[in-house]
């Protein structure tokens, strides 16, 4: 087996228009990979620290680099424990979440391509299970972000995405035809009554002058003038509640809105009357555990109730989750932990206590990685999140999957 020759990392831009790193591996007999790192608008406060870029990439080219030189790119756990020995730190501050990651998952890369296997196939045997290219590959439904709002777009409408998920048992290539129609079908729907079609970070359309009602019922006059609602298509919600808590209190200010725990809760009960809503993620700030606790009991046997800045792909935050019953699914962002090993240390934990699995992309994203969809595919994620229908960053995930579903359904 060849080693590991030289890692040298220089920046790229990302879909918002800021740098990032991305990481060249080089081995021994020649092969290289380059593997970007993506970043997130709404991020958790206990995500790994991301280092400003020109840090990261001195971090990377000399120190990380000089550690790994020679040793075995396919030792996974050995590589991920010495990034992780070599930083000391809970939450990545010394060599950075964005260093870190960069290598974690580009020699995840590297090595699969070495053993001439599939990226999900290599991951999955990491994992700790077999899964290969073949008819009986289980794909995760994809959750379309099809309308922005929160720090995903500049229209002063507090809750962050509001999606459309298509029925689990339909098909991925049928599911996939559905998200882009129903994209369409409310980009014309905007259009009939003089709004604005232009997109936030994540490729949904941000019309101002946007309620949480409003939003959704355009949503759902879209989706049930093709598709059966509440059969065929659901609908759900990324709240990012973090984004409009002041002094204790939930601000949704095109309401004129301020609402304590138990008046945010009844909000959410006619919303979740009114809409076929499967879905909310991070309803509650993610300290506030009583607003979680009383959500988690009032709606869990209705909903997925997501979380992400709660849990932060971390195997740590997601047990006090579990052990105070706070949701039924989780957010899976190996940017938030910082390597592959805890990734999959998180989702086996997860999927343990019966949580539902959602990979998802970042805010910033790049055009150039497609990691997450191997990803899920490698662990039967039940759902990946990539925003949506439009734009290179964002279908480079959704194609990815569909060129793997077109070899292996036919």
């Given at each position: 087996?060849?080693?590991?020759?030289e890692?040298k990392?220089?920046?790229?831009?990302?879909?918002?228009?800021t740098?990032?790193?991305?990481?060249?591996?080089t081995?021994?007999?020649?092969?290289?990979?380059?593997?970007?790192?993506?970043?997130?608008?709404s991020?958790?406060?206990?995500?790994?620290?991301?280092l400003?870029?020109?840090?990261?990439?001195?971090?990377i080219?000399?120190?990380?680099?000089?550690?790994?030189?020679?040793?075995?790119?396919?030792?996974?756990?050995?590589?991920?424990?010495?990034?992780?020995e070599?930083?000391?730190?809970?939450?990545?501050?010394?060599?950075?979440?964005?260093?870190?990651?960069?290598?974690?998952?580009?020699?995840?890369?590297?090595?699969?391509?070495?053993?001439r296997?599939?990226?999900?196939?290599?991951?999955?045997?990491?994992?700790?299970?077999?899964?290969?290219?073949?008819?009986?590959?289980?794909?995760?439904t994809?959750?379309?972000?099809?309308?922005?709002?929160?720090?995903?777009?500049?229209?002063n409408?507090?809750?962050?995405?509001?999606?459309?998920?298509?029925?689990?048992?339909?098909?991925?290539?049928?599911?996939?035809?559905?998200?882009?129609?129903?994209?369409?079908?409310?980009?014309?729907?905007?259009?009939?009554?003089?709004?604005?079609?232009?997109?936030?970070?994540?490729?949904?359309?941000?019309?101002?002058?946007?309620?949480?009602?409003?939003?959704?019922?355009?949503?759902?006059?879209?989706?049930?003038?093709?598709?059966?609602?509440?059969?065929?298509?659901?609908?759900?919600?990324?709240?990012a509640?973090?984004?409009?808590?002041?002094?204790h209190?939930?601000?949704?200010?095109?309401?004129?809105?301020e609402?304590?725990?138990?008046?945010?809760?009844?909000?959410?009960?006619?919303?979740?009357?009114?809409?076929?809503?499967?879905?909310?993620?991070?309803?509650?700030?993610?300290?506030d555990?009583?607003?979680?606790?009383?959500?988690?009991?009032k709606?869990?046997?209705?909903?997925?109730?997501?979380?992400?800045?709660?849990?932060?792909t971390?195997?740590?935050?997601?047990?006090?989750?579990?052990?105070?019953?706070?949701?039924?699914?989780?957010?899976?962002?190996?940017?938030?932990?910082?390597?592959?090993?805890e990734?999959?240390?998180?989702?086996?934990?997860?999927?343990?206590n019966?949580?539902?699995?959602?990979?998802?992309?970042?805010?910033?994203?790049?055009?150039?990685?497609?990691?997450?969809?191997?990803?899920?595919?490698?662990?039967?994620?039940?759902?990946?999140?990539?925003?949506?229908?439009v734009?290179?960053?964002r279908?480079?995930?959704?194609?990815?999957?569909l060129?793997?579903?077109?070899?292996?359904?036919?």
């Amino acid at each position: 087996m060849p080693k590991i020759e030289e890692i040298k990392a220089h920046k790229i831009v990302n879909s918002r228009g800021t740098w990032t790193v991305d990481t060249r591996i080089t081995l021994s007999d020649g092969l290289f990979v380059e593997h970007p790192v993506p970043g997130g608008a709404s991020r958790g406060e206990n995500e790994a620290v991301y280092l400003p870029v020109e840090k990261s990439i001195n971090v990377i080219s000399t120190v990380i680099n000089d550690a790994l030189h020679g040793l075995d790119p396919t030792n996974q756990k050995q590589i991920d424990s010495i990034l992780l020995e070599m930083d000391g730190t809970k939450n990545k501050e010394n060599l950075g979440g964005n260093s870190i990651l960069s290598v974690s998952l580009g020699l995840a890369r590297l090595s699969a391509m070495h053993q001439r296997k599939e990226l999900f196939e290599y991951i999955s045997e990491l994992y700790g299970r077999r899964i290969e290219k073949t008819p009986d590959l289980k794909f995760p439904t994809p959750i379309f972000n099809i309308l922005n709002g929160g720090k995903h777009a500049q229209n002063n409408l507090s809750f962050q995405e509001f999606m459309v998920i298509p029925a689990p048992n339909k098909p991925f290539l049928q599911q996939m035809e559905m998200g882009v129609n129903m994209y369409i079908k409310l980009k014309d729907n905007l259009l009939k009554e003089k709004y604005s079609i232009g997109v936030g970070d994540e490729g949904g359309f941000a019309p101002k002058g946007f309620t949480t009602k409003k939003a959704l019922d355009f949503i759902k006059r879209s989706a049930e003038s093709m598709y059966k609602l509440g059969e065929d298509v659901f609908l759900g919600m990324d709240v990012a509640a973090e984004s409009f808590i002041e002094h204790h209190k939930y601000k949704i200010s095109e309401e004129d809105l301020e609402m304590d725990i138990g008046e945010f809760t009844e909000y959410y009960a006619k919303i979740i009357s009114e809409f076929p809503l499967i879905y909310i993620e991070d309803p509650f700030y993610e300290k506030d555990y009583d607003g979680w606790e009383i959500f988690f009991k009032k709606f869990s046997n209705k909903l997925m109730v997501v979380a992400d800045d709660l849990v932060v792909t971390n195997p740590i935050y997601l047990k006090k989750a579990i052990d105070m019953k706070l949701a039924n699914a989780v957010i899976v962002k190996p940017n938030q932990v910082g390597t592959l090993s805890e990734t999959l240390d998180f989702i086996r934990m997860a999927k343990g206590n019966n949580m539902q699995i959602i990979v998802s992309h970042r805010s910033g994203d790049t055009a150039e990685d497609s990691f997450i969809a191997d990803l899920a595919l490698a662990v039967e994620a039940e759902f990946i999140k990539s925003g949506a229908p439009v734009r290179g960053e964002r279908v480079v995930k959704y194609n990815r999957l569909l060129d793997i579903y077109s070899e292996v359904k036919g």
